[in-house]
């Protein structure tokens, strides 16, 4: 069975604060893909992100940077300088190929001025 | 690329009534569709998923007769809510896969069901 884990369900950061999101996750495939989705008070599903389990890079995307690390079964999220705008639901998930996909229980990030 | 619309965004109805929701594909063909509900400050609860011509897969707990999935073509997929109810009450959104191969989806923007 595939498991995500996001330990921390509510962060609060001020502006221009690097903050750091948390994802574990558990799976005996040996392909896999993780992501990272942003969800925005409209409700409206943001892809930020897919890795696939082959693929230990890092890799930094503006302001988002993420951290695989295979060996302890994390994909972290992090972002530089936090503005206002990063405030929303953060969700990280798991799926085998294209099948389907299992979400943490969310993040919450608010970025106060 | 890779655009995924539902209709309605939001929809009200009474007790009892059915809803059908869309999800279309816009820029691609969806090979699997996927619906999930999500409820207030909760995660993504995956509720089927469905193949364009074949019967959707319940995940369990979730009634079949109940809600409803047609996938007429790999651009278009339907989830109607039959007889609902406030409990049913909740925002749904499809998830669309393009790729065989690789994983991810592509989520509609959602549709926000209220039953009085």
């Known amino acids: 069975a595939q498991k995500v884990t996001q330990a921390q369900t509510e962060i609060s950061v001020v502006e221009k604060e690097d903050v750091t999101l948390d994802c574990v996750y558990e799976?005996?495939?040996?392909?896999?893909?993780l992501f990272w989705y942003k969800q925005p008070p409209s409700g409206e599903l943001v892809f930020l992100i897919r890795?696939?389990?082959?693929?230990?890079q890092n890799e930094i995307s503006g302001r988002y940077s993420w951290n695989f690390q295979k060996s302890t079964s994390s994909f972290n999220f992090t972002i530089t300088a936090s503005q206002v705008v990063d405030s929303a639901v953060y969700f990280c998930?798991?799926?085998?190929?294209?099948?389907?996909?299992?979400f943490g229980d969310g993040t919450t990030l608010t970025v106060k001025p | 690329g890779a655009v995924v619309s539902q209709h309605p965004s939001w929809v009200i109805c009474k007790s009892g009534t059915s809803v059908k929701i869309e999800c279309r594909s816009l820029d691609f063909q969806a090979t699997t569709m996927f619906w999930y509900r999500q409820f207030p400050k909760q995660s993504l609860m995956l509720m089927a998923t469905?193949?364009?011509?074949?019967?959707?897969?319940?995940e369990q707990g979730v009634e079949k007769d109940k809600f409803l999935i047609n996938h007429a073509s790999l651009t278009l997929s339907t989830l109607t809510v039959t007889s609902a109810h406030p409990e049913d009450s909740s925002f749904y959104i499809c998830?669309?896969?393009?790729?065989?191969?690789?994983?991810?989806?592509?989520f509609g923007p959602g549709t926000r069901l209220t039953v009085l």
């Open positions: 998930a798991l799926s085998k190929g294209a099948g389907k996909s299992t």
């Open positions: 890795r696939n389990s082959f693929d230990e």
């Open positions: 469905s193949n364009e011509g074949s019967k959707a897969t319940y």
């Open positions: 998830g669309c896969s393009r790729d065989r191969i690789q994983g991810g989806q592509f």
């Open positions: 799976t005996r495939d040996t392909t896999y893909y």
